[in-house]
């Protein structure tokens, strides 16, 4: 059976080129076509050239896609989201808008990323199409709010919402980080100091001590404080080591799912960081949800996703209870209350938002309810980390050097007998 060389296109546009057996050109083009390769070029006429240069182009987008499988930054996502948004909304086409992104992106990956992208609306494919073949980047709530958009053809208001989705999640974000910048700055710095007091200054003082005290006792605290100086200087390395064990073990812990349930929990009810994780779970819950039905996703689907994207296992738990109650026909506010992670305040509005048929509009006014809650918190968490810290440093050098003027009194009394 002779064979026939081809470059033909695929269902998205792309070429791509090799060998086919048939009987004859007519068979040869019938069986690409069922495979969903629509043939540009068949048989003798395919010179090396021009097959050599498909092949080429077809390692170039594979790089790009390898390229392309990466991860990209929050914010270069926002922005990217944002300006499109801006483009749609003046009036210009979804591929020459992708395709001004692209030329403009300085991300590679972002950049590789927008071109396939276009490459795939103009194959044919719908935008949200496109989108899920890079869940790397664009999430599941990313894909969903756009397919309704695209169904409900208010593509243009959706990107916008994302857009302010992605800005208000980021905010939120940036805010809890800042406030975490300062608590482990000193907490790093406190470390350092007392692990150089006690692996340089203490033994120092050790050794004046014991030949100025000939023999006598140490003070109590500065024995103690000498102990911790020893093992610390001996048993460096096992501290050390023992540090990466409990590491390793923790996030072993932590990536099994009752470990990262359990993780979750402790977050929303330790002093301070607790009510700013509770805080900004609601927030992210009612933002999502309402932001997703606002778009025109069922609410079913929409629950599956802000489950999934809920960012705590605890709060995904109550949302899958929600889920199951609404397929039942239920209302949402029964499981939101028996989760007893939901305050009385949004119970109460999401109560009356399925009561007047405006849930949407209620979660999203939820959703900035917390929001302010979240900075409020954010900055009680920060005023009462600060003078903790400070006092917690002061107490721990403090504690050392005490310590190591007991045994100078001591001396001097010695001395003055």
């Given at each position: 059976?002779?064979?026939?060389?081809?470059?033909?296109?695929?269902?998205?546009?792309?070429?791509?080129?090799?060998?086919?057996?048939?009987?004859?050109?007519?068979?040869?083009?019938?069986?690409?076509?069922?495979?969903?390769?629509?043939?540009?070029?068949?048989?003798?006429?395919?010179?090396?050239a021009?097959?050599?240069?498909?092949q080429?182009?077809?390692?170039?987008?594979?790089?790009?896609?390898?390229?392309?499988?990466?991860?990209?930054?929050?914010?270069?996502?926002?922005?990217?989201?944002?300006?499109?948004?801006?483009?749609v909304?003046?009036?210009?086409?979804?591929?020459?808008?992708?395709?001004?992104?692209?030329?403009?992106?300085?991300?590679?990956?972002?950049?590789?990323?927008?071109?396939?992208?276009?490459?795939?609306?103009?194959?044919?494919?719908?935008?949200?199409?496109?989108?899920?073949?890079?869940?790397?980047?664009?999430?599941?709530?990313?894909?969903?709010?756009?397919?309704?958009?695209?169904?409900?053809?208010?593509?243009?208001?959706?990107?916008s919402?994302?857009?302010?989705?992605?800005?208000?999640?980021?905010?939120?974000?940036?805010?809890?980080?800042?406030?975490?910048?300062?608590?482990?700055?000193?907490?790093?710095?406190?470390?350092?100091?007392?692990?150089?007091?006690?692996?340089?200054?203490v033994?120092?003082?050790?050794?004046?001590?014991?030949?100025?005290?000939?023999?006598?006792?140490?003070?109590?605290?500065?024995?103690?404080?000498?102990?911790?100086?020893?093992?610390?200087?001996?048993?460096?390395?096992?501290?050390?080591?023992?540090?990466?064990?409990?590491?390793?073990?923790?996030?072993?812990?932590?990536?099994?799912?009752?470990?990262?349930?359990?993780?979750?929990?402790?977050?929303?009810?330790?002093?301070?960081?607790?009510?700013?994780?509770?805080?900004?779970?609601?927030?992210?819950?009612?933002?999502?949800?309402?932001?997703?039905?606002?778009?025109?996703?069922?609410?079913?689907?929409?629950?599956?996703?802000?489950?999934?994207?809920?960012?705590?296992?605890?709060?995904?738990?109550?949302?899958?209870?929600?889920?199951?109650?609404?397929?039942?026909?239920?209302?949402?506010?029964?499981?939101?209350?028996?989760?007893?992670?939901?305050?009385?305040?949004?119970?109460?509005m999401?109560?009356?938002?399925?009561?007047?048929?405006?849930?949407?509009?209620?979660?999203?006014?939820?959703?900035?309810?917390?929001?302010?809650?979240?900075?409020?918190?954010?900055d009680a968490?920060?005023?009462?980390?600060?003078?903790?810290?400070?006092?917690?440093?002061?107490?721990?050098?403090?504690?050392?050097?005490?310590?190591?003027?007991?045994?100078?009194?001591?001396i001097?009394?010695?001395?003055?007998?």
């Amino acid at each position: 059976m002779p064979s026939f060389d081809y470059i033909a296109l695929d269902a998205r546009g792309e070429q791509t080129a090799g060998s086919i057996s048939a009987k004859d050109e007519a068979e040869a083009v019938a069986q690409l076509r069922k495979s969903g390769l629509y043939p540009t070029q068949i048989g003798a006429g395919v010179s090396g050239a021009a097959k050599r240069q498909a092949q080429k182009a077809q390692k170039q987008r594979v790089k790009a896609r390898a390229g392309a499988s990466g991860k990209v930054g929050t914010k270069t996502l926002m922005i990217f989201t944002r300006q499109l948004a801006t483009l749609v909304e003046a009036g210009l086409p979804l591929l020459r808008g992708l395709s001004v992104l692209a030329g403009q992106e300085k991300n590679r990956i972002m950049q590789s990323t927008i071109n396939q992208l276009a490459d795939s609306v103009q194959s044919g494919s719908t935008f949200s199409e496109g989108l899920g073949q890079h869940p790397k980047i664009f999430d599941k709530l990313f894909v969903n709010m756009v397919k309704a958009g695209e169904l409900g053809g208010v593509l243009e208001i959706v990107l916008s919402r994302l857009a302010e989705y992605l800005e208000k999640a980021q905010k939120l974000k940036n805010r809890i980080v800042a406030a975490m910048v300062y608590p482990i700055i000193v907490m790093v710095i406190a470390v350092g100091i007392l692990c150089f007091l006690l692996g340089f200054i203490v033994p120092k003082f050790k050794t004046i001590f014991d030949d100025m005290l000939q023999g006598r006792p140490l003070p109590g605290l500065t024995q103690f404080i000498v102990d911790i100086s020893d093992v610390v200087k001996s048993y460096w390395w096992m501290i050390l080591i023992g540090i990466v064990l409990f590491w390793g073990m923790w996030r072993l812990f932590a990536s099994s799912k009752g470990g990262r349930k359990t993780i979750d929990g402790w977050k929303m009810k330790l002093p301070g960081v607790g009510p700013v994780q509770l805080k900004s779970s609601i927030s992210r819950f009612a933002r999502t949800l309402g932001t997703l039905v606002t778009s025109g996703v069922p609410i079913l689907q929409a629950l599956n996703i802000t489950r999934d994207t809920a960012g705590n296992l605890v709060v995904a738990d109550a949302i899958e209870k929600v889920h199951e109650a609404v397929r039942e026909g239920e209302s949402v506010v029964a499981p939101l209350e028996a989760s007893r992670i939901f305050p009385p305040m949004v119970t109460s509005m999401v109560q009356v938002g399925e009561e007047t048929g405006q849930l949407p509009d209620m979660l999203l006014k939820v959703a900035d309810v917390y929001d302010d809650e979240v900075d409020n918190a954010v900055d009680a968490m920060t005023s009462m980390i600060e003078p903790v810290m400070i006092v917690f440093l002061a107490l721990v050098v403090g504690t050392i050097v005490i310590a190591l003027f007991l045994p100078m009194i001591d001396i001097l009394q010695g001395l003055q007998q």
